[in-house]
């Protein structure tokens, strides 16, 4: 199982992601080990999304970041759902 997952930082930022292991990257963005959210701690997340294969879990992470309507979107109906 792969999941897309959305993060959003205490100063409103957001990072869209895939993982097979959610809880585990949540505590290396957390703990500055990836290098493009080290600045912005710390996250939560704010969306999850599940997927059978890497692929398809890919395919829609691109999607959300190529397409800003469907950001926008997702950013806004994603208040409370984790």
């Known amino acids: 199982m792969f999941y897309l997952y959305v993060l959003q930082s205490k100063n409103g ?3 869209i ?3 097979a292991d ?3 990257r949540l505590i290396k963005h ?4 990836v290098r493009s959210t080290k600045s912005y701690r710390p996250w939560q997340v704010i969306y999850r999304e599940g997927f ?3 692929i398809s879990a ?5 999607f ?3 397409t800003a309507k469907a ?4 950013f806004r109906d994603s208040g409370a759902i984790v």
């Open 64 to 66: 959300l970041k190529r």
């Open 17 to 19: 992601g895939i993982t």
């Open 52 to 54: 059978i294969d890497k």
């Open 58 to 62: 890919r395919k829609r992470e691109i």
């Open 13 to 15: 930022r957001h990072y």
């Open 71 to 74: 950001r926008e979107d997702l």
């Open 30 to 33: 957390n703990n500055g080990g």
């Open 22 to 24: 959610l809880e585990k």
